[in-house]
């Protein structure tokens, strides 16, 4: 297979080599070259291309391949998977690392879809916040180059970001990952589960389940499992659907996913753990508006309607009684 070149170099300030990749906040600036092309048309079989990463004078030898599954067959440009196939050399912002998701852009030379990768950027920051058993992200600035020469409309930088591996996070929180085909509610830490559910309200998010998803062998839907001193922590992912991120295929028939917020939390969950959730995300209310403010977008009108969308959250959650209520009426598996 042919070489892949993919030079980065920081687009604000240099983080300390050897820090964490996800312990800075700044943006990386990316150059990706190699054959797009082909990595794209062999997304069906999921094959992985050699790349070379190259970051200064290090050089990084790393997998590529295509991931995901909704994104795969709406999007021209789909997110891909990074496997390091060494740990992640010192020296670099990748030291210790091994497989990484990237999340990419939808379309090319779409502004709407690069918005909906800060939208989505967006609703990781906000769990970040909600709980540090949370997933950690950082943005990147990507300039593709398709060796091949078929990909069009890439001249310009497109975004994306990566996502801390479910290993780095096991190690960070002190548990292992857990993979099984079914869980008892009862092993689920509930001050976690409260606070997943409320967070997924608040952005909008129904594509989630504590169930096992079709053409799946683990549980549960866009959600990972921590074993924390044999208790199961539930760690949300993949936001893409959620009227926050606002993705131009929501819309489409298959999905026809509302802008309207509803609520996915399972009954069992007890009333005072949510009561508890929703007040401790208030507690958090300017810190959550300010994030959804200030993380970057190429429409200022993007930001806007994302400060609005989470603001409304905020207005309902004052009359908490009713809300409660509505989760109650609403919550999923009652009898």
Same mark, same amino acid.
């Given at each position: 297979?042919?070489?892949?070149?993919?030079?980065?170099?920081?687009?604000?300030?240099?983080?300390?080599?050897?820090?964490?990749?996800?312990?800075?906040?700044?943006?990386?600036?990316?150059?990706?070259?190699?054959?797009?092309?082909?990595?794209?048309?062999?997304?069906?079989?999921?094959?992985?291309?050699?790349?070379?990463?190259?970051?200064?004078?290090?050089?990084?030898?790393?997998?590529?391949?295509?991931?995901?599954?909704?994104?795969?067959?709406?999007?021209?440009?789909?997110?891909?998977?990074?496997?390091?196939?060494?740990?992640?050399?010192?020296?670099?912002?990748?030291?210790?690392?091994?497989?990484?998701?990237?999340?990419?852009?939808?379309?090319?030379?779409?502004?709407?879809?690069?918005?909906?990768?800060?939208?989505?950027?967006?609703?990781?920051?906000?769990?970040?916040?909600?709980?540090?058993?949370?997933? +950690?992200? %950082? @943005?990147? !600035?990507?300039?593709?180059?398709?060796?091949? $020469?078929?990909? &069009?409309?890439?001249?310009?930088?497109?975004?994306?970001?990566?996502?801390?591996?479910?290993?780095?996070?096991?190690?960070?929180?002190?548990?292992?990952?857990?993979?099984?085909?079914?869980?008892?509610?009862?092993?689920?830490?509930?001050?976690?589960?409260?606070?997943?559910?409320?967070?997924?309200?608040?952005?909008?998010?129904?594509?989630?389940?504590?169930?096992?998803?079709?053409?799946?062998?683990?549980?549960?839907?866009?959600?990972?499992?921590?074993?924390?001193?044999?208790?199961?922590?539930?760690?949300?992912?993949?936001?893409?659907?959620?009227?926050?991120?606002?993705?131009?295929?929501?819309? +489409?028939? %298959? @999905?026809? !996913?509302?802008?309207?917020?509803?609520?996915? $939390?399972?009954? &069992?969950?007890?009333?005072?753990?949510?009561?508890?959730?929703?007040?401790?995300?208030?507690?958090?209310?300017?810190?959550?508006?300010?994030?959804?403010?200030?993380?970057?977008?190429?429409?200022?009108?993007?930001?806007?309607?994302?400060?609005?969308?989470?603001?409304?959250?905020?207005?309902?959650?004052?009359?908490?009684?009713?809300?409660?209520?509505?989760?109650?009426?609403?919550?999923?598996?009652?009898?």
């Amino acid at each position: 297979m042919r070489k892949v070149v993919l030079t980065l170099a920081l687009l604000t300030t240099s983080p300390t080599f050897g820090s964490s990749l996800f312990d800075d906040n700044s943006i990386l600036e990316v150059t990706m070259s190699g054959p797009l092309s082909t990595l794209i048309k062999q997304k069906r079989n999921r094959e992985q291309y050699p790349f070379t990463l190259a970051i200064d004078d290090a050089s990084v030898d790393v997998a590529v391949r295509i991931r995901g599954n909704t994104r795969v067959d709406l999007c021209r440009f789909p997110p891909l998977r990074l496997n390091f196939t060494a740990s992640g050399p010192d020296g670099t912002p990748f030291a210790g690392e091994d497989k990484l998701k990237l999340v990419t852009h939808c379309q090319n030379g779409s502004e709407k879809s690069q918005d909906s990768v800060f939208n989505e950027f967006t609703a990781y920051r906000f769990f970040n916040l909600i709980s540090d058993r949370s997933y +950690r992200v %950082r @943005l990147l !600035r990507i300039r593709y180059e398709d060796t091949d $020469g078929k990909q &069009r409309n890439l001249e310009e930088s497109h975004y994306g970001f990566l996502i801390e591996s479910d290993e780095g996070l096991a190690r960070r929180l002190g548990g292992t990952v857990a993979k099984v085909e079914a869980i008892r509610f009862s092993r689920l830490d509930i001050q976690q589960t409260a606070r997943l559910s409320v967070f997924q309200y608040l952005i909008g998010n129904k594509d989630w389940s504590f169930v096992t998803a079709d053409n799946d062998d683990t549980c549960c839907h866009n959600i990972d499992l921590l074993d924390v001193d044999s208790t199961l922590v539930p760690i949300p992912y993949d936001f893409d659907l959620a009227a926050l991120t606002r993705a131009n295929y929501r819309a +489409r028939p %298959r @999905l026809n !996913r509302s802008n309207k917020r509803e609520y996915n $939390g399972y009954c &069992r969950t007890p009333t005072d753990m949510v009561d508890q959730a929703i007040d401790h995300i208030q507690s958090l209310k300017d810190e959550i508006l300010s994030t959804a403010l200030h993380v970057t977008a190429l429409n200022n009108e993007t930001r806007e309607r994302r400060a609005t969308f989470t603001a409304a959250y905020f207005e309902e959650a004052v009359g908490k009684a009713a809300l409660l209520a509505k989760f109650e009426r609403n919550c999923i598996g009652r009898h």
